[in-house]
Every structure is written in structure tokens, then in C-alpha cells.
């Protein structure tokens, strides 16, 4: 069996523990040992790798992952795009996120039926490279609902299965199964871009029911709902909707709810495409008075104080931030930890557990993904410089120094090493 001994590096082990120095030592797809003393793991490992002072800590989760939004501004080239296309897009949209530190990412919806569960197995097989991957399915909407794009006289080109009923839902539901998604994701509320708004919920609650019985039929598959308005909040409660994205307008009741089930449910509130649609986005047009008269400030404002009531009350908040349009592109996901301690509150420690500890919850795989630990996975990340003392590190590549997923290096160390880290008292 192959091993890994990593020596000379500071140890963040996802815990909440303050980093100690130490050595890490991979077996196979394994952490073996983790050790707080130099020597004290023998050097017979098959490859030595002296960290020169780095931080090694575990991949990175992203919650809300889109491989096949393709940077574009706008909803309607994703319908557009053919599939030929669209694959090798999401296949070098997996790379990214890998090449970014994120060995674990949640698909938050598909903008074609088979794109994420093509890339998740291609992954899985060690044919293209990418993070561990929950595929999703297209999002499924009703008709006049988020994505509904299509005009009336035109066939359907949009990037969501538009559905009306429970017949056409369950249909629709065992369609995306039978090709093998992990997730299903409904889309409960509207958005301030499209026609169907942030606060309005048109899906209807016979059609959810079905959607949520007809998913978990099928072990491990679970339901993840794009859920800005309030009622679309309680809606996930009261359904089961495990994931619970953006939650924005969530009211008292809703946080109250949430609570109440907070081991049964994660939020990943994307923030990302919020901020940056209100300050980012001129080039394409939306100047910070278009976004304040779409809605989008009003929105940030109320996502940053349900966001930080939600930190309080201990429900499970996750970073992930809808990348993968033109003011949000590939390759700034880590975008969304400087958020989370800037906007919301959280430590910089709460912020990075949040995105390991918290990713393998989400991942369905605790005790398996998240912490440098003993008989974890080895997914793991060296860093030139220490996060806790400034979270920004994670979006600039050159300081990842390596990557590691499943015990096999996706990106190397070259020495000679120049890391050295001090770590805060
Ligand atoms: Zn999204």
C-alpha cells in the first residue's frame, strides 16, 4: 500500500483545536497516524514530505456547486449551450475546483438531466479531475416558476424540468433517478432576475410532498430546495428538505423551525451571487442601482442578519456561494470564507470548520470526511501561511501548495519549501 509521510507541518485539524506542529502520516486513501511529535512515525514511507512549517488541513467543501454554470451573464445560455459542449464545460469546471483546495462539493443543481452524474462518475473512475461529487439533476420548477423561461409559442429550452402537478413531478423525480442523481432539487422560491421573485413560492405542496416521497424511496438520495422566501423555508422543515439554499427571508417562525431541526437540515445561503450581483456586476450592466432596484440589496441585507441569527441558534451554515456566472466565476470560490467572517460574524476557525468539519457532514460521510484524524480520508490541503490569521489565503492558488485527494496528489509540493508559518498565540 502506498504511503504518505507528510513531516514539518503546522496540523488545523477541522476540530477547533488552535493548529500544533506535527506529522501526518497516509496510507493508502487513509490518514494512518497523526502524530504531535517529530520522529516519532517511521520513515519507511514510500514518499517523505517535508512541509517546511505549512499548514496542512482537510479539503475544502463548497455546498452549493454548479459545474455546468459556464461563467456566463445570464440564465439563458445555460439552456442554450448543446450537450456536446456543456460536458467538456463542467468537466474543466470539476478541475477548478479541485485546483482550488474544494476536494468535496455539493451539486446544486444541473443545467442538463445527465451532466453532473457523467462528471461525478468520470471522477470516481480517475479519468478527469475533480472533487468528490453528490450529482444533481436539473432544477424542477412549475410552471411560471424560477427558470421558466420559456416563452409560451417557443419549445422548451430552458436549464429546468418545468413540471405541473404531482403526476409530472413523480415522473420527473424517477427520470433524474433512474440516471442516477445523489440530490434533487426543487425550486420552491423565485429570484429577484427572473419574473418569479425572491419572496414568491409557487410551487404547491401536494407537488413537493411527491417530489420528497418519490426521492427518498431510493436510499441515500435527498432533497435540496432553492429557498429564498420564508414560507419556502418552512416548507423544507416541514417536507424534510435536507438542504436549504439561500433561506434569505427566513422570518422568526422559519429560524425557529430550523432550530428546532438543526440536526436534520444544513443552509448554504450562497452568498457570493447576492454580494457580487450588488457590487460586482457593472460590466454586465448591473450597476448598484440597477441591483438595488431589482432587490438585491434588500436581500443581502436581510440574508447577513437571518445568516448571523442563524450562527447563534447553532443551525448548521455552510459556505458555498452559486459560482459560475460572470460576476461570480470559476475559481473564486473561497470568496465565500472571507464573507462568512466579514459579513456574518463567524471566526475564522467556525468559518473553515464550516467548509471541512460541516462539508462531511453534508456529504453524508461524517467520521470519514472533514478533520485530520486517524482513519479519515486522506483529502488534504498543505497551505503557505495560516488561515485562522487571514482567511483570504484560501483564494490565492500559488499558496495551496498541495493538494491531495484520496491519498493520491492532484497537485505536488515543489520544493524546496517555503512555507513557514506562524501560528497565533
Ligand atoms: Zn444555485
Not at 460590466?283 to 432587490?295: K, L, Q, Y
Amino acid at each position: 500500500m502506498p504511503t504518505t509521510l507528510f513531516t514539518n507541518v503546522q496540523i488545523l485539524d477541522s476540530t477547533g483545536e488552535k493548529p500544533f506542529a506535527g506529522e501526518v502520516l497516509v496510507q493508502g486513501n487513509r490518514i494512518a497516524e497523526v502524530s504531535r511529535q517529530a520522529g516519532a512515525i517511521t520513515r519507511e514511507a514510500h514518499r517523505v514530505v517535508d512541509g517546511g512549517g505549512a499548514m496542512l488541513m482537510s479539503g475544502l467543501c463548497d455546498a452549493h456547486t454548479h459545474f455546468s454554470w459556464i461563467n456566463q451573464a445570464g440564465l439563458d445560455p445555460i439552456g442554450l449551450m448543446p450537450v456536446e459542449e456543456h460536458i467538456l464545460e463542467a468537466a474543466d469546471n470539476a478541475r477548478t475546483y479541485l485546483d482550488c483546495g474544494y476536494t468535496m462539493c455539493v451539486g446544486a443543481a444541473a443545467a442538463k438531466p445527465r451532466l453532473d452524474v457523467v462528471v461525478r462518475d468520470y471522477i470516481n473512475k480517475g479519468r478527469i479531475a475533480g472533487p468528490r461529487y453528490l450529482a444533481n439533476g436539473p432544477e424542477i420548477a412549475t410552471i411560471g416558476g424560477l427558470g421558466d423561461l420559456n416563452p409560451s409559442h417557443v419549445g422548451a429550452y430552458t436549464f429546468v424540468e418545468v413540471v405541473n402537478g404531482p403526476y409530472e413531478m413523480r415522473a420527473c423525480v424517477r427520470r433524474l433517478l433512474k440516471e442516477g442523481v445523489d440530490l434533487i432539487k426543487l425550486n420552491l422560491s423565485g429570484e429577484e432576475i427572473t419574473k418569479c421573485k425572491a419572496e414568491d413560492t409557487p410551487m404547491a405542496e401536494d407537488e413537493i410532498a411527491e417530489a420528497v416521497r418519490e426521492a427518498h424511496r431510493k436510499r441515500g438520495v435527498r432533497i435540496c430546495a432553492h429557498a429564498r422566501s420564508a414560507e419556502s423555508v418552512k416548507l423544507c422543515v416541514k417536507h424534510g428538505i435536507e438542504i436549504v439554499y439561500h433561506a434569505s427571508f427566513a422570518d422568526e417562525e422559519a429560524l425557529d423551525l430550523l432550530e428546532a431541526n438543526k440536526d436534520k437540515h444544513f443552509v448554504a445561503p450562497g452568498l457570493a451571487w447576492v454580494y457580487q450581483t450588488c457590487y460586482a456586476a457593472a460590466d454586465w450592466g448591473i450597476t448598484e442601482e440597477v441591483a438595488r432596484n431589482m432587490g438585491y440589496f434588500r436581500e443581502l441585507e436581510a440574508a447577513v442578519e437571518t445568516m448571523k441569527a442563524m450562527r447563534k441558534r447553532g443551525i448548521r451554515v455552510l459556505p458555498g456561494g452559486d459560482y459560475g456566472f460572470a460576476w461570480t466565476p470559476h475559481g473564486t470560490y473561497a470568496k465565500d470564507l472571507e464573507y462568512f467572517v466579514e459579513l456574518l460574524g463567524f471566526t475564522p476557525m467556525e468559518a473553515i470548520q464550516s467548509a471541512t468539519l460541516l462539508g462531511g457532514e453534508i456529504m453524508n460521510r461524517p467520521g470519514e470526511l472533514g478533520l485530520v484524524r486517524n482513519g479519515y480520508l486522506a483529502d488534504l490541503i498543505l497551505l503557505d501561511g495560516d488561515p485562522l490569521q487571514d482567511i483570504t489565503l484560501f483564494q490565492d492558488r500559488s499558496r495551496i501548495l498541495a493538494i491531495m485527494k484520496d491519498g493520491s496528489f492532484h497537485k505536488e509540493m515543489t520544493p524546496p519549501a517555503r512555507a513557514q508559518v506562524s501560528v497565533a498565540a
